[in-house]
């Protein structure tokens, strides 16, 4: 991973229309401004990493069966 | 506007090959999380059992991923969608008005062998502008909403 140091409203840029900012440093939090093109997603790795782990899990769907099955109790439920 | 309907067939996990109209194909310009490579879905409901309220989100270009759907309002009547206006913004969804008519919110459910342990990702609803045919898997502000939420339960509580 490339390691640059940076101070309080330095920037720093990706390409040519990323920029990562850094707006404020208090103790051991940082806060980071982000200008980046709107189809360009940006999340908090933690987030991020949760929603890919769920996919990964969602992504193999069972078969018909099983979901006619469940399908036919959530009817019943209604 | 041309009518420019048209039948492809597409290998799904669900139902192998089909033929699927051209009309039920989402471009999800970001891909989903985890599998941003794949930008084109089929949304396919439930073959011979169209009163089944999931829906298949099916890759276009290969049998997997896909995905089990639900309409979230089915088991959680006060869910509610609490997402960033830019995020509906890339789906062309700009104004309440567009919302009512052309937006379809749903959440991914993940079915383990046990059903009885059935979850759905609030976190990260999958929203379909259904007049432009595009795709956004959101992210959900509301902190109460994980990955995980037992629908049987959720259901109780309704």
């Known amino acids: 991973m490339l390691v640059l140091a940076r101070k309080s409203n330095q920037s720093i840029m990706i390409g040519d229309d990323i920029e990562i900012r850094i707006v404020d440093i208090k103790g051991d939090q940082v806060k980071i401004g982000i200008n980046a093109p709107k189809n360009i997603r940006v999340d908090r790795k933690e987030i991020y990493d949760l929603i890919k782990t769920a996919n990964i899990e969602s992504s193999k769907t069972p078969d018909l069966l099983k979901i006619k099955e469940i399908g036919d109790m959530f009817k019943k439920k209604q | ?158």
Request: charged share 25%; hydrophobic share 35%.
């Open chain 2, 1 to 158: 506007m041309v009518d420019t309907k048209e039948t492809v067939e597409i290998n799904s996990q669900p139902f192998g090959k089909i033929q699927v109209s051209s009309d039920q194909k989402i471009i999800f310009d970001e891909g989903l999380y985890g599998f941003e490579r794949y930008k084109v879905f089929y949304l396919l409901s439930m073959k011979d059992d169209e009163e089944s309220p999931f829906l298949y989100l099916q890759n276009g270009e290969d049998v997997y991923p896909s995905f089990i759907l639900i309409n979230p309002y089915l088991f959680k009547q006060d869910y509610v969608l609490d997402v960033s206006p830019g995020e509906l913004q890339k789906i062309g969804i700009n104004t309440e008005e567009d919302a009512k008519e052309n937006l379809l919110v749903f959440v991914i459910v993940t079915i383990p062998e046990d059903s009885s342990g059935m979850t759905a990702n609030l976190l990260g609803p999958v929203l379909i502008n259904k007049n432009l045919k595009s795709g956004i898997q959101a992210l959900s502000l509301n902190e109460k909403y994980g990955t995980k939420h037992n629908i049987i339960e959720e259901m109780k509580n309704k």
